[in-house]
C-alpha cells in the first residue's frame, strides 16, 4: 500500500528562521504531490502542488517544496517564518492505482513559532 | 462563492443518537468527499461521491452512511453514535476525481460522543 510519513511531529522554531519541514513517500511511479496547511479551527489550504517537470516549485505563503525522486522525498521549505505560519502542515499523495484515484495523508507536522 | 461550508461546527452527542453532518458546495465539483482526522492519524476517507446519485465508501466507512441527491450537497449520516467516533470531520470537493485535481476543504466539524 501507498504511504507517506511525515517524521516531525512537532518543530517549533523562532520567527525570522528558517523553516523545512519533511516528506516521505511510498509509491511506484511519480505520484501527484501536495502540501496543504490546517490553521487553528480552520479547513486544510491548498499551499502547492508538483505533478511533473522543474522540481523545485513555488506556492503561497513564500512556501516552496522540492521534489527528489531518489530520495522519495517532497519537503517544504521557507527561508523566513513568521508568525502567522503557526499552523499544522500535511503532505497528501495523489495516485493512481488499480483501484482508481486514490489519495494519502501524512499524519501532519504542527510549527510552533516563538517571537 | 462560499467554497465548502459545514454545519455545525460543534457537535455533541450521547451514545446512541443520530445525526447528520451538512457539507454544501458552491463551485459545480463533481467528486465530494468525507474525512475523519484524529490525533496522530491524519485524513482518513470516510466516504466519497464521484457525482450525484453515486457514492462509494472509504478506507473508515462503518457507522456511516451517505446520498448525494445533488451536485452541491453530501450530508454524512451517523446512524447511532459510538465514542469512537469523536473526531473532527472534513468535507472536501474537488472539480472530478483525480490523482493530480487540489482538494478544497470546509471548515470542519467538531464531533464529540459521550
Not at chain 1, 70 to 97: I, M, T
Amino acid at each position: 500500500a501507498q504511504s507517506v510519513t511525515q517524521p516531525d511531529i512537532h518543530i517549533t522554531v523562532s520567527e525570522g528562521a528558517s523553516l523545512e519541514l519533511r516528506c516521505n513517500y511510498s509509491y511506484g511511479a511519480t505520484p501527484y504531490l501536495f502540501w496543504y496547511v490546517q490553521s487553528p479551527g480552520q479547513g486544510l489550504q491548498l499551499l502547492l502542488k508538483y505533478f511533473s517537470g522543474d522540481t523545485l516549485v513555488q506556492g503561497i505563503k513564500g512556501f516552496e517544496a522540492e521534489f527528489k525522486r531518489s530520495q522519495s522525498s517532497f519537503n517544504l521549505r521557507k527561508p523566513s517564518v513568521h508568525w502567522s505560519d503557526a499552523a499544522e502542515y500535511f503532505c497528501a499523495v495523489g495516485a493512481l492505482e488499480n483501484t482508481g484515484n486514490q489519495f494519502y495523508f501524512g499524519t501532519g507536522t504542527s510549527l510552533t513559532v516563538i517571537p | 462563492n462560499a467554497g465548502v461550508t459545514q454545519t455545525p461546527k460543534f457537535q455533541v452527542l450521547k451514545t446512541g443518537q443520530s445525526m447528520t453532518l451538512q457539507c454544501a458546495q458552491d463551485m459545480n465539483h463533481e467528486y465530494m468527499s468525507w474525512y475523519r482526522q484524529d490525533p496522530g492519524m491524519g485524513l482518513r476517507l470516510i466516504h466519497y461521491s464521484v457525482g450525484a446519485g453515486i457514492t462509494d465508501q472509504g478506507e473508515v466507512p462503518n457507522g456511516y452512511n451517505v446520498s448525494r441527491s445533488t451536485t452541491e450537497d453530501f450530508p454524512l449520516r451517523l446512524l447511532s453514535a459510538a465514542p469512537s467516533q469523536t473526531s473532527v470531520y472534513f468535507c472536501a470537493s474537488s472539480l472530478w476525481l483525480a490523482a493530480y485535481n487540489e482538494q478544497f476543504f470546509g471548515p470542519g466539524t467538531r464531533l464529540t460522543v459521550l
